[in-house]
């Protein structure tokens, strides 16, 4: 059971909504991920008028929780300006602060990152910062009363996986919040890998919606997110660095 704040979820696997090739594809996706939580970037649609381009028309919104992100924002104040457009429209109160500081990488500004999540604290929201690997910055956050941390695996986009594995762990083994892996995931071993790791969850969207099968890819994840806790939870045998025999050797008469 993943919880973040007050809620509870069934599914680990966070799905993002936007770039898929069409909206039934988009429907077909989301449901066989399975997920129950579903992130857009709020700046992308006009939530307040009904003749704007809507991501979310062909999904039923009320069988899922909305986690609206403040994508497009450079600063602590953009961010916690859309983060409030998005609880004004009775959306949800959880949000992903998300505080570019490069274009070029995409990677999150830390400063206005814990500036924006601060604030956002403060008014009440669940939050759930997007933030590079930073050990330090990590712990930070949670000491701001964040409700989970969510550390980028590699750029926005890129699907190159867990880059920085080392780092990871180390977050995941200081955090007393969930730890969701976001960013750079792109195939169902990187998803895998994450969870192994003991990652509570992972939010995707672009190894979904970017796939030559969207439909087939978001099952695969829900899969290999499911298969990943499963190993975490059953614990793997130690890395040794000699053969050691499967079956036992006592009372075995050689001729």
């Not at 190159?160 to 730890?179: D, S, T």
């Not at 059953?234 to 008469?253: C, D, Q």
């Amino acid at each position: 059971m993943l919880k973040i704040g007050p809620y509870k979820f069934s599914s680990r696997l966070l799905l993002g909504t936007g770039k898929y090739p069409n909206f039934d594809i988009q429907r077909e996706a989301v449901e066989a991920s399975e997920t129950e939580i579903l992130t857009f970037a709020v700046r992308r649609m006009n939530i307040f008028e009904a003749n704007q381009p809507n991501f979310l028309e062909k999904l039923d919104i009320k069988k899922y929780s909305l986690l609206p992100n403040t994508a497009g924002a450079k600063t602590a104040e953009e961010a916690v300006r859309i983060a409030k457009l998005a609880k004004a429209s009775g959306l949800c109160d959880m949000i992903k602060v998300e505080v570019i500081g490069c274009e070029k990488t995409l990677l999150p500004d830390a400063i206005e990152t814990l500036k924006a999540s601060e604030e956002l604290i403060k008014e009440g929201f669940i939050v759930l910062p997007y933030t590079s690997d930073d050990v330090v910055l990590a712990r930070r956050l949670e000491e701001l009363g964040c409700h989970a941390i969510m550390p980028g695996a590699s750029p926005i986009g890129s699907g190159q996986g867990i880059i920085n594995p080392v780092n990871l762990r180390f977050i995941i083994e200081q955090a007393h919040v969930p730890v969701i892996v976001d960013a750079g995931i792109g195939t169902p071993s990187d998803a895998v890998m994450a969870m192994e790791s003991g990652a509570d969850g992972v939010l995707l969207n672009t190894a979904v919606s970017g796939a030559k099968d969207p439909v087939k890819m978001a099952k695969a994840m829900k899969l290999a997110i499911e298969a990943g806790r499963l190993g975490y939870e059953a614990g793997r045998i130690p890395k040794k660095a000699y053969a050691s025999a499967s079956s036992p050797m006592e009372g075995m008469s050689i001729g």
